[in-house]
């Protein structure tokens, strides 16, 4: 029998990571592989040998030579703690191209990215863009290449991940997923994501809100169907599928879509039930509000993430890896009300 894949995997003790690892762990009836996780303080790596995972110290994601050094001694690294760090990326790319070049054996990168790179910028009206984006049907690659260099920091990582993997001749696969929701199933943390923002930003103005006219559109997905997908993903690349790759190995994950304004909807109806608010009519949260509250005063970031267009569809993973997303519309407003109790408890 030959010996088990190495799979490393980045962001373990966050939402995502933490998820998808929980998921590997449970998904590895056959030993089909073996699990690696860096990690930055002795009691995450503790918690994660006790679930049968072998914990690697790393200082940050700036520790560029111990993150190389890891990827080159794992056949897979699934990179789920920055869609932001260029250099994190690099350093596994690197790290996985060391160990292809020194064993002749094919190594994988998926790295995490976001589908605010797609956004538009709806409020200022500076760039209006309410396509949906397949990635079958569309070059994502080329649309990403296309966007100037200001555009956003996800999509200079991901063009920088295409060009490292072709230079290296390491199998990259970029997974951009929408608004996420649902618990984590991680050992580190539940999770938050833009429901809890647009929620905590309506706790401050006692006011369910939106930013601008709220007509922007996002697709969700839920987190057991994302750590699916990349269950999926990876059983693909053990089980020697051919996979797009590299300009064409982006894959979507989305399972419908809502608006912002009935996010804040969902939000103020739930509020007001609970004595929160007085008033369930969804008002204005300023750009730069907004910006101040989660991105250092940044309106373009706030603009993208929390009231523009970004629309996907997730056509690779339904055609190419089989995925059946479970969990639709009637999951996420029922997230909406928990993450709005549990938000209004907390302050309590
Ligand atoms: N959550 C969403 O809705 C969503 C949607 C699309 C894309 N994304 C992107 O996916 C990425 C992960 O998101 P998440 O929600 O899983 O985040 P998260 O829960 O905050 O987890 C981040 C993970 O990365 C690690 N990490 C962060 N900065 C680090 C650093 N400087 N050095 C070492 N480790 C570091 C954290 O380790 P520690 O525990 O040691 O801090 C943690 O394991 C982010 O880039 C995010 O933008 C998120």
Redesign the pocket.
Same mark, same amino acid.
């Given at each position: 029998m030959s010996d088990p894949t190495g799979i490393l995997v980045l962001?373990?003790?966050?939402? =995502?990571?933490g998820s998808i690892l929980t998921e590997l762990i449970d998904r590895n009836a056959e030993d089909r592989y073996v699990l690696s996780a860096l990690?930055?303080?002795p009691y995450?790596a503790s918690i994660l040998a006790d679930a049968g995972v072998n914990p690697l110290i790393f200082k940050?994601?700036d520790d560029f030579d111990v993150i190389r050094k890891a990827a080159k001694d794992h056949d897979i690294v699934i990179a789920?703690?920055?869609?932001?760090h260029n250099d994190c990326a690099r350093a596994c790319i690197l790290g996985l191209g060391d160990r292809a070049k020194s064993s002749g054996k094919e190594t994988h990168y998926v790295h =995490?990215s976001?589908t605010s790179n797609l956004g538009d910028w709806p409020v200022t009206g500076e760039r209006i863009d309410t396509k949906i984006h397949s990635d079958v049907d569309d070059d994502i690659f080329e649309i990403e290449k296309n966007f100037p260099d200001s555009h956003s920091p996800v999509r200079d990582v991901d063009l920088a991940v295409v060009d490292a993997g072709e230079k290296e001749g390491v199998k990259t696969y970029i997974v951009p997923?929408p608004?996420?929701f649902g618990r984590g199933t991680g050992s580190?943390?539940l999770?938050v994501?833009?429901v809890h923002m647009m929620t905590q930003l309506a706790l401050k103005k006692k006011q369910p809100v939106m930013l601008g006219t709220g007509s922007g559109i996002w697709n969700r997905v839920h987190i057991l169907d994302l750590t699916d997908l990349f269950t999926l993903l990876v059983r693909a690349i053990l089980d020697g599928k051919p996979l797009p790759t590299g300009k064409t190995g982006y894959y979507f994950v989305e399972n419908g879509f809502q608006t912002w304004r009935s996010i804040s909807q969902g939000i103020g109806k739930a509020g007001k039930e609970l004595g929160a608010f007085d008033t369930e009519e969804v008002g204005e949260v300023t750009m730069q509000e907004a910006a101040d509250e989660f991105y250092n005063g940044s309106l373009r970031h706030a603009e993208g993430v929390l009231a523009s267009n970004s629309r996907t569809k997730a056509d690779k993973a339904r055609q190419i890896l089989g995925w059946q997303p479970k969990y639709g519309e009637q999951t996420f407003l029922e997230e909406v009300e928990e993450v709005v109790a549990a938000m209004i408890e907390e302050q309590a």
């Open positions: 962001g373990a003790t966050g939402y =995502i990571g990690v930055r303080k995450q940050d994601l789920a703690a920055s869609a932001r =995490i976001g997923p608004l996420i580190f943390t999770g994501g833009q």
